[in-house]
T-cell receptor, first 113, second 112 residues
Framework: AQSVTQLGSHVSVSEGALVLLRCNYS??????LFWYVQYPNQGLQLLLK??????LVKGINGFEAEFKKSETSFHLTKPSAHMSDAAEYFC???????????FGQGTELSVKP | DTAVSQTPKYLVTQMGNDKSIKCEQN?????MYWYKQDSKKFLKIMFS???????INETVPNRFSPKSPDKAHLNLHINSLELGDSAVYFC???????????FGSGTQLSVL
């Protein structure tokens, strides 16, 4: 069975500081991994995805994530936080069967001026 | 044009009532989903349809019945609503090969 764990339900950073949101996964098959962002009162939108190509994945809005098989991790980073980055972030894993995504519990990112 | 649209956005109803949520996608995708997001923001898949055929049916009470009249529509009907059904329900669609989900903006269901 697959699962995803996001460390920290809430992360707070200052504007301009590094953003690091942690995600660890468990999968018995090579996983497909995703980061989604949810702004208040909106649906989720895809930030980036890993599908067994390059291990460093670049996404929208300056975010990137690195797949580390040895650590079973897929942490999300952004060099410099912006106020507009404040949102809920979800890591997700798929086994490529039927398109089913298993989501982590989410991390709320707050950005202080 | 909204890619995945669901209606209504808000739904307030009494326990025991029956209600439906509609979803439509204009992306030409083959697969549609219903996800439930609880008050702690935990997202869990409920159903998935591919070309009108049910392919994922998680452990969901029989009171929940999805219906897909065509591959652009996936509606969710809920019978005998209970307090625990209060949540935000998200419709999504994807094209299998791309494996990227496009989400609707959600329906906030409140059962009183």
């Amino acid at each position: 069975a697959q699962s995803v764990t996001q460390l920290g339900s809430h992360v707070s950073v200052s504007e301009g500081a590094l953003v690091l949101l942690r995600c660890n996964y468990s999968s018995s098959v090579p996983p497909y991994l995703f980061w989604y962002v949810q702004y208040p009162n909106q649906g989720l939108q895809l930030l980036l995805k890993y599908t067994s190509a390059a291990t460093l994945v670049k996404g929208i809005n300056g975010f990137e994530a690195e797949f580390k098989k040895s650590e079973t991790s897929f942490h999300l980073t952004k060099p410099s936080a912006h106020m507009s980055d404040a949102a809920e972030y979800f890591c997700a894993v798929s086994d490529n069967q039927g398109g089913k995504l298993i989501f982590g519990q989410g991390t709320e990112l707050s950005v202080k001026p | 044009d909204t890619a995945v649209s669901q209606t209504p956005k808000y739904l307030v109803t009494q326990m025991g009532n029956d209600k439906s949520i509609k979803c439509e996608q204009n992306l030409g995708h083959d697969t549609m989903y219903w996800y439930k997001q609880d008050s702690k923001k935990f997202l869990k898949i409920m159903f998935s349809y591919n070309n009108k055929e049910l392919i994922i049916n998680e452990t969901v009470p029989n009171r929940f019945s999805p219906k897909s009249p065509d591959k652009a529509h996936l509606n969710l009907h809920i019978n005998s609503l209970e307090l625990g059904d209060s949540a935000v329900y998200f419709c999504a669609s994807s094209q299998e090969a791309l494996r990227k989900l496009f989400f609707g903006s959600g329906t906030q269901l409140s059962v009183l």
